[in-house]
């Protein structure tokens, strides 16, 4: 597949980022370097790196899609409740354990998804407290019901999930 200039921006842009984005937002990122790039042009090359296979989108709960380059591997996101900021999470994943394990009642785990949720170092800087956050209007929804759930809660959210 030969690399237009569009493309080189949107993919670049997607390597640059720090967590999964939508395609607006990535419209937003990917125009700073080409300022005559379309939010059209942008849907048209993420469905193309997509289905290349160079390109994966990430599924959050009450979100919009996301988009993020692939081949980075098993992990996880995390959403702050604040800004919506959608960041990468490093390092061991916390539930690693549960693969291959068989639950109470018979169930067998084959994979997990998980999202944590809190506040960004930009918005935990303004608002340090629990109390500050639900004030902003945050409330607990399917990602949290699970993230916080019990375990049989979160591998059921999705059994079959590889990401
Ligand atoms: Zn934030
Ligand atoms: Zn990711
Ligand atoms: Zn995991």
Same mark, same amino acid.
């Not at 842009?13 to 990535?26: K, Y």
């Not at 959050?60 to 959403?79: K, M, N, S």
């Not at 109390?131 to 019901?145: F, K």
């Given at each position: ?7 080189? +921006?949107?993919? =670049? ?5 720090? %967590? ?15 300022? &005559? ?5 942008? #849907?048209?090359?993420? &469905? ?14 009450? =979100?919009?899609?996301? #988009? ?11 959403? *702050?409740?604040? *800004? /919506? ?22 169930? !067998?785990?084959? %994979? ?5 949720? %809190?506040? *960004?170092?930009? *918005? /935990?800087?303004?608002?340090? &407290? +629990? ?13 949290? +019901? /699970? ?10 959210? =999705? &059994?079959?999930? !590889?990401?």
């Amino acid at each position: 597949m030969r690399r237009t200039p569009q493309q080189h +921006a949107v993919l =670049d842009a997607l390597e640059a980022a720090d %967590g999964p984005l939508t395609a607006r937002e990535l419209h937003e990122r990917a125009r700073a370097r080409l300022p &005559s790039l379309g939010l059209a042009t942008v #849907y048209r090359h993420l &469905s193309r790196l997509e289905q290349g296979g160079r390109v994966v989108a990430v599924h959050l709960a009450q =979100d919009a899609v996301r #988009y993020e380059p692939a081949g980075r591997g098993h992990h996880h996101h995390f959403r *702050c409740v604040r *800004c /919506s900021a959608v960041l990468e999470l490093d390092g061991a994943c916390p539930v690693a354990m549960l693969e291959g394990a068989t639950l109470p009642g018979g169930l !067998t785990v084959l %994979g997990h998804e998980l999202t944590l949720f %809190g506040l *960004c170092p930009a *918005c /935990s800087g303004a608002a340090t &407290s +629990a109390t500050a956050v639900a004030a902003a209007g945050a409330t607990p929804n399917a990602d949290a +019901a /699970s993230a916080a759930g019990t375990l049989a809660g979160v591998v059921a959210a =999705d &059994s079959a999930g !590889t990401l």
